[in-house]
């Protein structure tokens, strides 16, 4: 089995900065992907980015390719996503999934999910 809990969610304005942070531990071996989503207030929950336990594949939704960084650091089993140039849509609480035999974009390819971490903009 495989644990994952998100840290770094802050209260944000647009143009800011954060690094959210998604630690793994357990069966990690096992891990052949891991990925970032967004829950806003009463919507489904979105993918964001996506990384290849190894690191060898990342991707990105549209709406932050360019602004968002995915990566890992092997030695401490964490991925991070370093989100830059903040936008008030990007609000919500943000999850990190991991998969064991799949990677994607959609919800039902992960198996292990955090408890989420909130994002909330300052109006």
């Known amino acids: 089995q495989v644990q994952l809990v998100e840290t770094g969610g802050a209260l944000v304005q647009a143009g800011d900065s954060l690094r959210l942070s998604c630690a793994a531990s357990g069966r990690t071996f096992d891990i052949d992907a891991m990925a970032w989503f967004r829950q806003a207030p009463g919507k489904e929950r979105e993918f964001v980015a996506s990384i290849k336990w190894s690191g060898s594949n990342t991707g990105y939704a549209d709406s932050v390719k360019g602004r968002f960084t995915i990566s890992k650091d092997s030695a401490k089993n964490t991925r991070y996503l370093q989100k830059n140039n903040l936008k008030p849509e990007g609000a919500g609480v943000y999850y990190c999934?991991?998969?064991?035999?799949?990677?994607?974009?959609?919800?039902?390819?992960?198996?292990?999910w955090g408890q989420g971490t909130q994002v909330p903009h300052s109006s």
């Open positions: 999934a991991g998969s064991i035999g799949g990677y994607g974009r959609y919800v039902t390819a992960f198996n292990s």
